[in-house]
């Protein structure tokens, strides 16, 4: 996402007029681009690959193959790249044509310098923004394929090559991470990769459960063993014998829990609810938590001895922010899944894409940002709440400032949340229905923070 080099662009210039032709190269070489002149279109297509990093310039009037013929050519060879072509006063009519057929732009003789300039300038960001696109999507393609866990930056090439390492062994791992960076993906992985990838990957979430139903869900229990239970249920654990157990937000686990599982961990065996029967289980657990298990002070409830039975190895994982690099090749990602799902076109980077990317925090690290692809595959405006669209951040009088500043706060705290409207409610301190008339106003839609899984 660095600016370009402008020096670097190179421009194919065609004109049979020998002195125009050396005139405007003298031009677009003062301006910093590396003009390349023929004075026939046909030499020049011969110089042109759909790879081409830079645009062309030609006159449309020339003996054997003429600027709109050239167009057709190379529209069929890369229907993006930009070409600019030189009229004269009579050809307008045909150069208004072209431009609706899809030429960039069109220059009439004669031209001011500036203008050329200008115009040729524009045409190279385009085509620079076009190839970034596609090497960003080829990136991502290839990414996904080897790997969901997707990333170029060194931390994640690390986290990649350590997941390989310890995917085959049978030790349990405890994964770090904040909320949205991608546990679920790593814990799945760790199975995928491993001997145990055609056993049952089980996934529980430990905070989603109450604690009246968390020990059930676990360990399975007997007909009869509690009110309601009138037939049989094997536990989590006991169904992912043989593959593997993910236990999610294990820092929510309820106090009782946490002592039967450290049992479980210790003795690889369950006790099922109303039963004195013990089966033995093969599983290996990947433990997760957003908070940090060492840190006594976040520990809280944790038991201690639970944390460093788990911690037999930890994996962190950085949030997104501190791997900013990957974003555009993320956000290419999610974005051309979103155009499938939606069944609509992938969209590009825009300069004000962008520039978002670069500059937003990301408290909701990738779960978020794959809600921002999905709503820019959607044609909405997801750089900027209502009040943003008629006024620039740094602009406006302090009442409007202060409800784009008020639209930012809502929207990060239901990414934090997942879209939970009690933690929200609770995080923000306000009523409930002081929050539904302000997601009103600022047009946010609630469901779309809520939690969605990252395949």
Request: aromatic content about 6%.
């Given at each position: 996402m660095?600016?370009?080099?402008?020096g670097a662009?190179?421009?194919?210039?065609?004109?049979?007029?020998?002195?125009?032709?050396?005139?405007?190269?003298?031009?677009?070489?003062?301006?910093?681009?590396?003009?390349?002149?023929?004075?026939?279109?046909?030499?020049a297509?011969?110089?042109?690959?759909?790879?081409?990093?830079?645009?062309?310039?030609?006159?449309?009037?020339?003996?054997?193959?003429?600027?709109l013929?050239?167009?057709?050519?190379?529209?069929?060879?890369?229907?993006?790249?930009?070409?600019?072509?030189?009229?004269?006063?009579?050809?307008?009519?045909?150069?208004?044509?072209?431009?609706q057929?899809?030429?960039?732009?069109?220059?009439?003789?004669p031209?001011?310098?500036?203008?050329?300039?200008?115009?040729?300038?524009?045409?190279a960001?385009?085509?620079?923004?076009?190839?970034?696109?596609?090497?960003?999507?080829?990136?991502?393609?290839?990414?996904?394929?080897?790997?969901?866990?997707?990333?170029?930056?060194?931390?994640?090439?690390r986290?990649?090559?350590?997941?390989?390492?310890?995917?085959?062994?049978d030790?349990?791992?405890l994964?770090?991470?904040?909320?949205?960076s991608?546990?679920?993906?790593?814990?799945?992985?760790?199975?995928g990769?491993?001997?145990?990838?055609?056993?049952?990957?089980?996934a529980?979430?430990?905070?989603?459960?109450?604690?009246?139903?968390?020990?059930?869900?676990?360990?399975?229990?007997?007909?009869?063993?509690?009110?309601?239970?009138?037939?049989k249920?094997?536990?989590?654990?006991?169904?992912?014998?043989?593959?593997?157990?993910?236990l999610?937000?294990?820092?929510?686990?309820?106090?009782?829990?946490?002592v039967?599982m450290?049992?479980?961990?210790?003795?690889?065996?369950?006790?099922?609810?109303?039963?004195?029967?013990?089966?033995?289980?093969?599983?290996?657990i990947?433990?997760?938590?957003?908070?940090?298990?060492?840190?006594?002070?976040?520990?809280?409830?944790?038991?201690?001895d639970?944390?460093?039975?788990?911690?037999?190895?930890?994996?962190?994982?950085?949030?997104?922010?501190?791997?900013?690099?990957?974003?555009p090749?993320?956000?290419?990602?999610?974005?051309?899944?979103?155009?499938?799902?939606?069944?609509?076109?992938?969209?590009?980077?825009?300069?004000?894409?962008?520039?978002?990317?670069?500059?937003?925090?990301?408290?909701?690290?990738?779960r978020?940002?794959?809600?921002?692809?999905?709503?820019?595959?959607?044609?909405?405006?997801?750089?900027?709440?209502?009040?943003?669209?008629?006024?620039?951040?740094?602009?406006?009088?302090l009442?409007?400032?202060?409800e784009?500043?008020?639209?930012?706060?809502?929207?990060?705290?239901?990414?934090?949340?997942?879209?939970?409207?009690?933690q929200?409610?609770?995080a923000?301190?306000?009523?409930?229905?002081?929050?539904?008339?302000?997601?009103?106003?600022?047009?946010?839609?609630?469901?779309?923070?809520?939690?969605?899984?990252?395949?």
């Amino acid at each position: 996402m660095t600016e370009p080099d402008m020096g670097a662009v190179p421009v194919i210039l065609i004109d049979d007029d020998a002195d125009l032709l050396r005139a405007t190269g003298q031009t677009l070489e003062l301006a910093g681009f590396e003009p390349i002149a023929f004075a026939s279109a046909t030499d020049a297509l011969s110089k042109i690959s759909a790879d081409f990093p830079g645009i062309v310039v030609s006159d449309i009037r020339m003996p054997g193959l003429d600027g709109l013929e050239l167009y057709d050519r190379l529209r069929s060879l890369d229907e993006e790249l930009p070409v600019i072509l030189m009229t004269g006063h009579g050809d307008i009519p045909m150069a208004v044509k072209a431009i609706q057929s899809g030429v960039y732009d069109f220059l009439a003789k004669p031209f001011a310098t500036d203008r050329l300039v200008q115009c040729v300038r524009r045409a190279a960001e385009k085509r620079r923004l076009t190839l970034e696109n596609r090497r960003l999507r080829a990136a991502a393609q290839s990414s996904s394929q080897e790997s969901p866990l997707i990333g170029q930056t060194p931390v994640m090439q690390r986290l990649r090559n350590m997941l390989r390492q310890i995917a085959d062994t049978d030790i349990d791992v405890l994964v770090t991470g904040e909320t949205g960076s991608g546990k679920e993906i790593v814990a799945g992985l760790l199975h995928g990769w491993s001997r145990r990838a055609a056993g049952n990957f089980v996934a529980l979430n430990c905070g989603a459960l109450p604690q009246q139903v968390i020990e059930s869900e676990l360990f399975g229990h007997e007909p009869g063993a509690f009110t309601g239970a009138q037939k049989k249920r094997v536990g989590r654990i006991e169904h992912s014998s043989g593959g593997t157990l993910f236990l999610d937000e294990i820092e929510s686990m309820p106090m009782s829990a946490q002592v039967q599982m450290l049992r479980v961990l210790e003795m690889r065996e369950v006790m099922p609810l109303g039963t004195n029967e013990v089966r033995p289980v093969d599983l290996r657990i990947i433990a997760a938590s957003k908070v940090d298990l060492g840190d006594q002070a976040q520990r809280e409830t944790f038991r201690e001895d639970l944390y460093f039975r788990l911690n037999v190895v930890t994996i962190a994982i950085p949030p997104l922010r501190e791997r900013r690099d990957d974003i555009p090749l993320l956000f290419s990602y999610f974005a051309d899944r979103a155009a499938t799902r939606f069944d609509r076109e992938a969209p590009s980077i825009t300069p004000t894409i962008g520039q978002y990317l670069r500059d937003h925090h990301w408290p909701g690290n990738v779960r978020e940002l794959s809600h921002f692809a999905e709503r820019v595959v959607l044609g909405l405006d997801p750089t900027s709440s209502p009040a943003q669209q008629s006024a620039d951040p740094e602009t406006g009088s302090l009442p409007q400032r202060l409800e784009r500043y008020e639209a930012e706060i809502i929207r990060e705290t239901l990414t934090a949340c997942d879209g939970d409207v009690q933690q929200t409610i609770a995080a923000l301190g306000i009523p409930r229905k002081t929050f539904y008339d302000k997601l009103q106003r600022h047009g946010i839609v609630r469901s779309e923070f809520a939690d969605k899984r990252l395949s």
